[in-house]
T-cell receptor, first 107, second 114 residues
Framework: GIQVEQSPPDLILQEGANSTLRCNFS?????LQWFHQNPWGQLINLFY??SGTKQNGLSATTVATERYSLLYISSSQTTDSGVYFC??????????FGEGTQLTVNP | ETGVTQSPTHLIKTRGQQVTLRCSSQ?????VSWYQQALGQGPQFIFQ???????GRGNFPPRFSGLQFPNYSSELNVNALELDDSALYLC?????????????FGNGTRLTVT
């Protein structure tokens, strides 16, 4: 099956800082989503590639031919803390998730 | 637009028991899928239902089963619970009639097996 690797596994930022999260995947996909999971476990859609690449200080870019996606966080806020997941799929609603990046934004 | 809702939010069961988790799809969605998320890991695909039939399954044993109803709501049933079944169970809905479409997740049911 498809392998998904996310980096870094953990990231600590000072409020206002910028950073980039990376997602590598092992095969061609036609569905890629970025999620934010808050401390209560709620999994929130951020981006669905191919549509939607920028919102509220976040932006994403995917290079399908090289099998990676990047999530850019600009002007980070404490409310951005949580786990960020990349998930990919080839058909239907079967997504393969990475292990996530644990982000902590300190005030 | 009503989002994906799951019930109950928390559940404690004893090893060997059976459990049923419920999910109501987002309005306009006809496909539901279930995921298991163990502590510290990413969600893992259990199975998907479309038109009331299982339509794709991950690496989970047959004691994990499901149903989809005509109104697109769904149940996940787990028999003979094991300690390792303790996890957050997430339901997601989407609409395959629009081709690939993003998944929308519910808030999950946190199951503890003792």
């Amino acid at each position: 099956g498809i392998q998904v690797e996310q980096s870094p596994p953990d990231l600590i930022l000072q409020e206002g800082a910028n950073s980039t999260l990376r997602c590598n995947f092992s095969d061609s996909v036609n569905n890629l989503q970025w999620f934010h999971q808050n401390p209560w476990g709620q999994l929130i859609n951020l981006f669905y590639i191919p549509s939607g690449t920028k919102q509220n200080g976040l932006s994403a870019t995917t290079v399908a031919t090289e099998r990676y996606s990047l999530l850019y966080i600009s002007s980070s806020q404490t409310t951005d803390s949580g786990v960020y997941f990349c998930a990919v799929g080839t058909s239907g609603s079967r997504l393969t998730f990475g292990e996530g990046t644990q982000l902590t934004v300190n005030p | 637009e009503t989002g994906v809702t799951q019930s109950p939010t928390h559940l404690i069961k004893t090893r060997g028991q059976q459990v049923t988790l419920r999910c109501s799809s987002q309005s306009g969605h006809n496909t539901v899928s279930w995921y298991q998320q163990a502590l510290g890991q990413g969600p893992q695909f259990i199975f998907q239902y479309y038109r009331e039939e299982e339509n794709g399954r991950g690496n989970f044993p047959p004691r994990f089963s499901g149903l989809q109803f005509p109104n697109y709501s769904s149940e996940l049933n787990v028999n003979a619970l094991e300690l390792d079944d303790s996890a957050l169970y997430l339901c997601a809905s989407s609409s395959v009639d629009r081709g690939n479409s993003p998944l929308h997740f519910g808030n999950g049911t946190r199951l503890t097996v003792t």
